[in-house]
């Protein structure tokens, strides 16, 4: 049995995300994207108190990590990665279960988030997890050859009262 799914499935934790943690997060970015964020994306997110964390083993090997800003009533969820040695094996969802629990503690209304048109995994992920498309953005990202792709924008609302109600 191949060693990835055990490790990703194995004892794990979250802790924040800190500036020391860059090199591994930069070195992840560059294979996850196309359009990586740049160091500076990250530590201005640190600097502004966004909430950020990252998923970890026990011995501390990287398997994701996300970043969201906080609004008056919502979370923004601006990048949310998985170490491409540990994709497809239910990550996605623990990241976004994690983002959902911070949005919950704060007492916000709503997650909202921007996702490439074409990135199909991820979009079927959100979904998923209860995420509604709102709308499109047009040319929001850059693409290849100069090229813009649009944005669809989701929204995954929180129902806080029924949550409260039920205990
Ligand atoms: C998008 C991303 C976060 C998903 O994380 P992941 O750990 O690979 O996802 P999971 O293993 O939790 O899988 C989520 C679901 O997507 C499905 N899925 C996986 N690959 C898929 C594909 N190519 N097309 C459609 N669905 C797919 C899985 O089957 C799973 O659904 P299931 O539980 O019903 O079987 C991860 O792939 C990633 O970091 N990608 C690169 C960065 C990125 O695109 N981030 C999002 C920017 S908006």
């Not at 997060?25 to 640190?46: C, K, Q, T, V």
């Not at 629990?101 to 048109?117: F, K, N, S, T």
Request: proline share 4%; charged share 25%; hydrophobic share 40%.
């Amino acid at each position: 049995m191949s060693p990835l799914p055990a490790m990703a499935t194995g004892e794990r934790g979250f802790q924040p995300m800190q500036a020391d943690d860059l090199d591994r997060i930069m070195e992840a970015e560059a294979r996850a994207y196309s359009f990586p964020w740049s160091r500076g994306n990250f530590l201005d997110s640190l600097r502004s108190g966004h909430v950020s964390e990252l998923l970890a083993t026990q011995d501390k090997v990287l398997l994701g990590y996300y970043v969201a800003m906080p609004g008056v009533d919502e979370l923004h969820l601006l990048n949310i990665t998985v170490v491409p040695d540990f994709q497809r094996c239910g990550l996605g969802r623990v990241l976004l279960d994690r983002l959902e629990w911070q949005a919950r503690q704060r007492g916000l209304a709503a997650i909202w988030l921007e996702v490439r048109a074409s990135n199909t995994r991820a979009r079927y992920l959100y979904g998923a997890r209860g995420f509604v498309e709102q709308g499109i953005r047009r040319g929001y990202y850059p693409a290849a050859g100069s090229r813009r792709e649009d944005a669809v924008v989701m929204k995954l609302g929180l129902d806080q009262e029924a949550a409260h109600a039920a205990g």
